[in-house]
């Protein structure tokens, strides 16, 4: 007898949520409720990243950077839900992990754009700054696209949906920690960055763990 295409997909998700230990992705789950309060805390200069995405920033300085910087942040949210789905028996279909797969690939394509000013030596910033952010911010995308390309067929939907959404979040999130590092203010006016900072190692052990996981094998 054969499957149908919706119990393919539920046998394809239930894969997905062996992947990794379930305390592991419990983990993941709280730190994702933390990202997703990060868009509306002071990241610099008491600006938060809802503020660079509305222009709202100090000084009237808000421009398509800020925005283009700003709205990864927001990857959080859809990152959450697809964690809650690994936790749980709900599913999302394939043309929803294809929309969230699209939005990832868009959000990397603007922190690309974001990082064209230090590939131009155009952002006033050092030398070493600048090849700090492009080695994370491009190196992260680059090296999770090719292994998703390469392991496509081993890796699933919903894992590599949410490998996609990592990667643009990664990739954004370390270039900002880099380029507010020096930032003035206190930790009340730049929660934001701390608690990114706090965040960026747990995210990045996620994705890797997702990258190298190879079926035949156990975490």
Same mark, same amino acid.
């Given at each position: 007898?054969?499957?149908?295409?919706?119990?393919?997909?539920? #046998?394809?998700?239930?894969?997905?949520?062996?992947?990794?230990?379930?305390? +592991?992705?419990?983990?993941?789950?709280?730190?994702? !409720?933390?990202? =997703? %309060?990060?868009?509306?805390?002071? +990241? $610099?200069?008491?600006?938060?990243?809802?503020?660079?995405?509305?222009?709202?920033?100090?000084?009237?300085? @808000?421009?398509?950077?800020?925005?283009?910087?700003?709205?990864?942040? +927001?990857?959080?949210?859809?990152?959450?839900?697809l964690t809650v789905q690994t936790l749980g028996g709900?599913q999302t279909t394939p043309a929803g992990l294809r /929309?969230?797969?699209?939005?990832? %690939?868009?959000?990397?394509?603007?922190?690309?754009?974001?990082?064209?000013? +230090? !590939?131009?030596?155009?952002? @006033?910033?050092?030398?070493?700054?600048?090849?700090? #952010?492009?080695?994370?911010?491009?190196?992260?995308? #680059?090296?999770?696209?090719?292994?998703?390309?390469?392991?496509?067929?081993? /890796?699933?939907?919903?894992?590599? &949906?949410?490998?996609?959404?990592? $990667?643009?979040?990664?990739?954004?999130?370390? !270039? =900002?920690? #880099?380029?507010?590092?020096?930032?003035? @203010?206190?930790? &009340?006016?730049? &929660?934001?960055?701390? /608690? *990114? !900072?706090?965040?960026?190692?747990p995210i990045a052990l996620e994705l890797l763990c /997702?990258?190298?996981?190879?079926?035949? *094998?156990?975490?």
């Amino acid at each position: 007898m054969h499957s149908t295409p919706r119990q393919s997909h539920a #046998v394809s998700q239930f894969q997905d949520r062996l992947v990794l230990p379930y305390w +592991f992705r419990a983990i993941t789950l709280i730190v994702w !409720l933390a990202a =997703c %309060v990060i868009p509306f805390l002071p +990241f $610099a200069l008491s600006t938060s990243a809802l503020d660079a995405v509305l222009f709202h920033v100090p000084g009237n300085q @808000g421009n398509w950077w800020h925005f283009l910087a700003g709205v990864p942040f +927001f990857l959080a949210f859809p990152v959450l839900w697809l964690t809650v789905q690994t936790l749980g028996g709900s599913q999302t279909t394939p043309a929803g992990l294809r /929309i969230f797969s699209g939005i990832a %690939v868009f959000s990397g394509l603007g922190t690309i754009l974001v990082e064209v000013p +230090f !590939l131009l030596h155009l952002a @006033g910033t050092s030398a070493w700054q600048s090849f700090t #952010v492009l080695s994370l911010g491009l190196g992260t995308l #680059v090296f999770s696209a090719a292994v998703l390309i390469f392991r496509r067929r081993s /890796i699933r939907p919903l894992t590599r &949906s949410i490998a996609t959404l990592l $990667a643009a979040y990664l990739a954004n999130a370390f !270039l =900002c920690l #880099v380029v507010y590092a020096s930032s003035p @203010g206190n930790p &009340s006016t730049r &929660s934001g960055w701390f /608690i *990114t !900072l706090a965040l960026v190692g747990p995210i990045a052990l996620e994705l890797l763990c /997702i990258l190298v996981y190879k079926p035949e *094998t156990r975490l």
